[in-house]
């Protein structure tokens, strides 16, 4: 359990991020659990039935109560309407992020927005000095969503993650991050 619990709510300018529910799941499976433009990069198989997105979000519920992860969904705050999700990971001094949207609101800098709002709490917070993501080398989408955010490319992660809808075998991942540096305090 991290000590850190972030925010159950957070606002931007056009975002609203909440925690993640069950009655979630026609979004998540209807919006990009399903669909396999969406699903490439991600670490879960692409969702077939819509108990995989119910299985989905009862582990979101019990993550944020457990406070090992805390996923959000991202919603336009002019109209409630559900976009993707993104979640965050607090390991002792380190945050990571992950996230994902429906294809049909790529390239609206919904991701940037979302990710940034994330990067401003952590990196408020005295106690973490690493804000952190990586992506597929193939992901040239999500690699300019980490350096829209003020993250610097480290390096490539050599057989990292496996992408179950692209390959069995693990891939490599760029890995990008902002840190406090020393006598940032």
């Known amino acids: ?3 850190l619990r972030p925010p159950e709510m957070l606002e931007t300018v056009r975002l609203r991020l909440r925690p993640a529910a069950v009655a979630d799941a026609p979004f998540v499976f209807n919006g990009y659990g399903s669909d ?23 582990r979101c519920e019990a993550v944020w109560q457990a406070g090992t992860s805390f996923p959000w969904l991202v919603e336009r ?5 559900p976009l993707g999700m ?11 992020i992950g996230y994902v949207f429906a294809r049909s609101y790529w390239g609206n800098g919904y991701a940037t927005e979302a990710a940034t709002a994330l990067r401003d709490w952590a990196l408020a917070q005295p106690a973490i000095y690493r804000f952190w993501a990586y992506c597929d080398t193939d992901n040239a989408a999500s690699a300019r969503v980490m350096e829209k955010v003020g993250m610097k490319k480290e390096g490539v992660l050599r057989r990292w993650v496996i992408h179950p809808n692209v390959s069995a075998a693990p891939r490599d991942a760029l890995c990008y991050a902002i840190v406090k540096e ?4």
Not at 182 to 185: D, F, N, P, S, T
């Open 1 to 3: 359990m991290s000590a």
């Open 86 to 96: 993104i979640e965050m990971r607090i390991d002792g001094f380190k945050a990571n």
């Open 36 to 58: 396999p433009d969406v699903a490439r990069y991600m670490m879960w198989p692409r969702q077939s039935r819509i108990e995989d997105a119910v299985g989905f979000l009862q």
């Open 77 to 81: 705050r002019q109209d409630g309407e």
């Open 182 to 185: 020393a006598g940032a305090l």
